[in-house]
């Protein structure tokens, strides 16, 4: 599934293509794809894009008449923009919303394999008080370290499945927890409340670190995951604990051990991520 850097990746190359422009139309393919929405897909028909930002792992964008979409990727989601009528064999069975634009030249796709991803629209404030949204977590890259260190210990539970409830924080998700425990040299099963707070800062500082970076190299496409490009990320090749079992460590002479954590698996090096 999509994690925070791959939705910040779309978004920032959404924003390029879609800000200013109008969806003139809507067109819904597969309609589970749009299930649960407050408002009906056409109530979006007509409106000019203001802006395409992120909350958490979802896409938000905001449209004049304070008409707003919320899309969230799950699994296989795809959302970019391609030219009007372009043939992809390989894709095309899986478009399940279109959007064309204004000069009809160009229209915004949502793909999706699975099925899982899902498409909203409605109000803005109604958008933003859906319970999806509306419970999410600080963002990771904004937190304050006290404000991340205090909310550590305010909450009793291992660590792992910690940083994957998005009521905690918003966005992280199976990689990048364990990239993150990694590189503070934490134990995933470590009792939050037990972190010292020097250890709860550099978590912090790892948790920031990893996601920027993250960013910076447009995601991680360990499975399917492509850009609004048609581009992968390349960020899987830097991870260091992430999907490496049985490797060396590469900060200590340990080797890289999986265990199932909440039915994620979850990579980390018992030599030097000691439970504190």
């Known amino acids: ?130 319970k999806a949204l509306a419970r999410l977590g600080p963002e990771p890259l904004i937190i304050k370290t006290d404000e991340f260190a205090e909310r550590l210990k305010s909450r009793r539970g291992r660590l792992k499945p910690l940083l994957l409830n998005q009521e905690f924080l918003a966005g992280v998700g199976n990689i990048y927890a364990d990239e993150s425990l990694f590189r503070a040299g934490l134990h995933p099963l470590a009792l939050s409340t037990q972190v010292k707070t020097a250890n709860a800062h550099a978590l912090h500082a790892a948790i920031q670190e990893v996601l920027a970076e993250a960013i910076n190299a447009g995601g991680s496409s360990v499975e399917n995951f492509l850009n609004p490009d048609g581009e992968p990320g390349w960020f899987q090749q830097k991870l260091r604990a992430y999907g490496r079992e049985g490797e060396k460590c590469m900060r200590c002479d340990g080797t890289i051990q999986r265990i199932v954590l909440g039915q994620r698996g979850t990579w980390f090096c018992p030599k030097c991520q000691k439970k504190r």
């Open 1 to 130: 599934m999509p994690e925070l850097p791959e939705v910040e990746t779309v978004v920032r190359s959404l924003a390029k293509s879609l800000t200013g422009r109008v969806i003139r139309d809507v067109e819904v393919l597969h309609k589970p794809s749009v299930e649960g929405s407050p408002s009906k897909s056409q109530f979006v028909k007509g409106k000019r894009v203001l802006s395409v930002h992120r909350r958490g792992k979802f896409i938000r964008i905001d449209l004049e008449d304070s008409t707003a979409m919320a899309i969230h990727l799950r699994m296989t989601g795809w959302l970019g923009v391609l030219p009007t009528g372009a043939k992809d064999p390989r894709n095309d069975p899986y478009v399940r919303v279109r959007y064309p634009l204004d000069d009809g030249k160009e229209t915004m796709i949502f793909r999706d394999v699975r099925t899982f991803g899902r498409v909203w629209c409605g109000t803005r404030d109604i958008v933003e008080s859906m």
